[in-house]
């Protein structure tokens, strides 16, 4: 294992220290624990909109921090959720008055964490806590480590809406609705070149024979659903695609958004190799795609590969997606 | 070799391609080139700002075509000089009446194709055309295929600064001076865990075990300096930072930018725990740190690796860095 790390058991702590270091006007970390907040949280008068997992997919979550998408980002450990207690530190952090959004991807241990904060959070008399879960992931019913689909790439779109929403003052009941509307609406199929290697580990999650790729891979260094040889990147853009697209059953002219993401060791270069084909596909079918983001935004440590996401769009989703935001990983003017 | 492209010799267009795609509110491209320009150029009145060089380093050079930063950007083959016919169409498609800067990486196939490039735009009548030569690596004094030092990652600083100068409107001899003031000021320094695989040549471009890691590594797949053992990620930022330092020189207590660029295939977060050790040394030894950027800014294809640039801030760089900026790549509110 080649790593830009030092000691496996520090590498979440010292990649916080680092965030900070570089973003100080957008973050700031909750002392003793691996929680990040935007600089100015709690935010008066504003719902605040949390999320948090494992580590290794950055730039989420903490990334998108900033005016207009997260108040709280909680990093656990590699692939694992952070702790109940520290999730209710964060929500007691990012509450301005008007409520606490948790977004939460589908995960047994980060669905278990955040309603025990919830309820430990509500014991304290914090009431105003909603929550909602994203499943954007169409490659499985259910997976190693979830009952139903996985949360991967779509999460990213709930973090920008539900924060554009709450950041033009929307009320908690109405952000909640905007955000359940794009889980409601958004897929996303991913696949592999390569397995990753966690620190603790050392060694990838699962081999993968230098002429097979991964389709259906998690973000948890999960194995695909489906084994092949390897394609080239219009038949890759293809099958995800398609799969995305037979999922949601979308109206005929839709308007979409699309990400093409990489999973954290893929070029720039071919995520747009592989967006040119996506793209392509969505008109010869009709589609009308508005937004349209390609780079690293849900990663799976140093895996090579890439997944495809496709979100309905209808005007209140469009206009909050092109809304300002401002954080490390994601800006958008706005104007 | 496994990549997400199709045919070897498609992938420049094809990727070019994909950008336009994701991006036509930002770029364009010159018909039967493989030239971008701004969507919106030339911009009337306003000096051009024109960068290329071979492709494999994306976001470098389009994904910072935009307000604020890059009017045209020229990419060659993977690793190889656009040719001069190509620079020279986009040198006139971004003269907007005010001149057109060129910014140019130190590598003689670059040089020799834009010095080209400005005498067939003089030929044309076009005779405010100026260039600067980027040679911000301080790992060798010449290499491979460079006459003096490498333009690597510092660039991005350039075009971040020059841009900025030109959108505010000023004039080319003065936008000039300041990127010119940029590459005096400017130093990087590379390593790599791995080698970088072209699409052509289908395997790896040098040969690095296991357990040894390469320092001074250009961004074309050339072997590094020097050869080493494994370091944690500590050391490598120490000695990456220090080399720098020391080739810059600066004055005790000196205002500094910082970028820790990922080379393609560094997980976000091994560049954050990079970051967290470069900060501390530059806080150690009493420099003063302004804009601190953390990602993949100029890459090397699927290079696993990071480098370190220092850029010395005075309060005129200081105003152009943080002024707005909108672009694919790198969108700063500036506000």
Redesign the interface.
Known sequence: M??????PED?VD??????V???PEYVRRLEGTNVLVRADAPVEGMVGIVSGGG??H??THA?YLGEGMLTGAAAGEVFTSPTADQLQGMIAACEGGAGVLCVVKNYEGDVMNFETAIELAELEGETDVEYVVVDDDVAVEDSLYTSGRRGVCGTILVHKIAGAAAARGDDLSEVKRLAEKVVDGVGTMGMA??SCTTPEKGEPTFDLP?DE?ELGIGIHGEPGVERTD?M???A?AEHLTERVLEDLDLAEGARVATI?NGM?????????????RV??LLDERGFDVGE???G?YM?S??M???SVTVLELDEELEELLGA?A?T?AL???GD
């Open positions: 080649k790593k830009l790390i030092n000691e590498v010292e990649m916080l220290e680092g965030m270091a570089a973003h580590s290794g950055e730039p990334g070149l390569t230098d790729i390897v080239g990147a219009d890759v093409v954290g060791a893929t070029p720039l270069m071919e995520l747009y190799v592989v967006n040119r793209q392509e349209c983001w390609v690293d990663t440590l140093d090579a590969g890439c300002p401002d490390p800006t958008v003017r």
